[in-house]
């Protein structure tokens, strides 16, 4: 059987863009594999610990990171996440709210760059302290305030549930007092006050 010339070159054509097309998507393959991930910001600072919150027999873990490219113009981010891995509570804020009144007392008049820095990761490594947590977030005792009391049904059932709360402060009168609250599985700011 004779192949004409004519249909000899069009198979041949064929074998080769179909190969062409094959070494294509297998360099845009192999280029989107090496492509880099996003960048991460880059962490400058962490304290972790672990703390009854959401249960009185198993600590969740406390974290707060410090991440930018410095203190005075990096961000924290604040989370709790349950032993069995669920986040109850995230925030984020400027690493800057962590300068409250005590740093008028740590720095004088004129405070350095390297002073206001040096605070910020001094308040970052007390952050969790034993002080920061209470043994139980709503009291029996404890009345209802419509003026700083934010949620009066989680204020409602951490009364009931008698769990721990944490209290923590950002600016100079931004405190916030979080209760676990089980029927909605996060954390809940019940309170916020000066």
């Not at 005792?141 to 950002?170: M, S």
């Amino acid at each position: 059987m004779k192949i004409s010339s004519y249909c000899l070159v069009f198979l041949l054509f064929s074998c080769s863009a179909s190969n062409a097309t094959s070494s294509e998507e297998t360099a845009a393959t192999a280029t989107a594999a090496v492509a880099a991930p996003a960048a991460q910001p880059m962490v400058l600072q962490e304290v972790t610990g672990k703390h009854f919150f959401s249960n009185r027999s198993k600590p969740d873990q406390f974290r707060l990171q410090l991440t930018g490219k410095d203190a005075l113009t990096g961000t924290v981010n604040l989370s709790i996440v349950s032993a069995d891995g669920e986040t109850l509570w995230s925030d984020q804020f400027p690493a800057t709210y962590l300068l409250d009144y005590g740093f008028d007392t740590y720095a004088g008049d004129n405070p350095t760059d390297a002073q206001r820095t040096a605070y910020i990761q001094k308040r970052m490594k007390e952050f969790f302290v034993e002080d920061s947590f209470l043994t139980q977030a709503v009291k029996a005792t404890d009345k209802f305030d419509t003026n700083y009391t934010a949620n009066k049904q989680a204020w409602e059932e951490a009364k009931q549930t008698g769990l721990p709360g944490f209290f923590y402060n950002i600016g100079e009168e931004n405190g916030r007092r979080l209760v676990y609250s089980p029927s909605q599985r996060k954390a809940i700011v019940v309170q916020s006050c000066c």
